[in-house]
């Protein structure tokens, strides 16, 4: 019975593991136990040559780590099905390493551990047997703390990056997020947990069999993951009652109907195919995953604190150049000779008629499009070519023609996420994980910085709110926002004020201009002239992906082949409706 209760529990390590892939990171990951392989063969090996279980657990751990992070680099850019089948294969590969090398599985029999279970701690000079009772309390401690680590994980920067790993990777990308890097460190802590749970295991049981890591268990370790890992709190309740029914219940139904052992693992993949869907939506309504309701913005933030933005560029100084951008894909010429020139503390708008060029001149601006000829200059530096990621830490930054949101994640902790993402503290989360007192004053510095641009933004009373509770300006809004705050000194906005009503614009435009006025180079695309016309320094014009015109909002309002290509008449007077 011990032995039983220990084994499930140890198996409930690699399921809470897991759910930092299946549940937070949006990855289904169905390779969880070829990584106990890594851990109890490793371990199995490595006491073999000499080494001390804790340091024999220790080494499984990190090389899971590293082939976890490997895999999970080779899958990064995979997406739902794509990620399970690749994954699923990789199961299927060390299972079959395992049957095909005897001397590295022990064949059949497994491989069987050189000596009792022992642990000796040399600072105390004691050596504990580790009897089934004391495997129950090491593994119930390790789901402890494991269920500890997850937690602190998930509430910290990691937390908020994985959140938009899952629903909006282009997002997070834009607001300084590495993605792929991300997600194979995810897949890497995943990993090694599942490595420390396949260590328990073997030196509960002794040995390491191939039979006992086959892809079956890694079906299962998903399902209870899937379950289980959506509530916060039943979540291992749910996860360990799934390891340990669902397996007999299959091989009973297998058996019912006649069919063959070896049919258990297909009748288990219907169970859960049934389960899944009944479980998940009752346990997510119970469980209720949304943030904690943040403080009150009077409460984090004086009423005298300063709302300009904090950008370090003179006022009316270039900050970002266009000379001679070329844009295209494939064979296909968007962009040609763009010139253009964006200072701090003014608000340049780019206009033109639809297709024009106009977002493919954000996107090669932002690093998100490689131009094909021309130079992008970031004041002096030629940052041509740069990717979006290194454009991000430089200060430049854009939002999305179309709104982009983040359903789990309050306006305040998307803020976080902008303040956090584009300016990164190596080793963030491992940190934030040992409560480092840097990373205190760094926690309190974001949250300072968030609640000031909630304020600059006109946010702060919606902070708390559930982003689908905002209406469809305040959404707009918000992605200034999270420009803003991971710090840029340029701006990159397409089209903030669609679907906004005129008062709803004038806000915006309030907005804008307090931006400008703090310092910040703007570059707005924007089809609502009236709003051109009321915030911006200066305009270009662009057709058919060529510049038509660039000047003062008067001097393009009047040009003759602004009026007669843009806006199709010749009367001066129209360019201002």
Known sequence: MMVELAHHLYLLVAVLGLALSVSYGGQPVLCQGAFLAVGGFGVAHLERAGLPLAGAVLVGAVLAACAGYLVGLLTARLRGAAVALSTWAFAWLVYAVLDAFPTVSGGSQGLVRPSPARLHSPVFDVTVTLTPLAHVVVAGSMCLLTLAMVARLTRGPAGLEWAALREAPALATSLGVPVLRRRAALFATTAAVAAVSGAGITVLLGVAAPSDVSPLLSLQLFVAALIGGTARLWGPVLGLLVIAVIPPLADGLAGAAGLPAEASGGVLTAVALVAVPLLRVPVERFAGRWPERTRRPGERVEDTEDLAPRTAASREAVVLTARGLDVGIGETDILTGVDLEVRAGQVHALIGPNGSGKTTALR??????????????????????????????????????????????????????????????????????????????????????????????????????????????????????????????????????????????????????????????????????????????????????????????????????????????????????
Do not use: C, N
Not at 372 to 400: C, H, S, W
Not at 510 to 517: F, G, K, N, S
């Open 364 to 577: 090669a601006l932002a690093g998100a499009l490689r131009p094909k000829g021309g130079r992008i200059l970031l004041e002096e530096t030629d940052v041509t070519g740069a990717g979006q990621l290194e454009m991000v830490r430089r200060g430049v930054t854009r939002t999305f023609q179309r709104t982009v949101g983040l359903e789990r994640l309050s306006p305040y902790r998307q803020l976080l996420l902008g303040v956090r993402g584009g300016s990164p503290v190596p080793f963030a989360a491992v940190r934030h994980l040992f409560a480092s007192e840097s990373m205190r004053d760094h926690a309190a510095a974001a949250d300072r910085e968030a609640w000031r641009v909630l304020r600059l933004t006109e946010l702060a009373g919606r902070a708390s709110d559930r982003p689908g509770d905002l209406g469809a300006s305040e959404q707009r809004l918000l992605q200034v926002a999270r420009a803003v705050a991971t710090g840029a000194r340029v701006l990159l906005l397409d089209e903030p004020a669609v679907g906004m009503t005129g008062p709803e614009r004038v806000v915006l435009a309030r907005v804008l201009r307090r931006l400008a006025a703090g310092g910040a180079a703007i570059l707005l695309v924007e089809h609502d002239l009236a709003l051109v016309h009321g915030v911006a320094d200066r305009i270009t014009v662009l057709d058919r992906g060529r510049v038509l015109a660039t000047g003062t909002p008067e001097s393009t309002a009047a040009d003759p082949a602004v009026r007669r290509v843009y806006l199709g008449d010749t009367d001066p007077s129209s360019a201002r409706g």
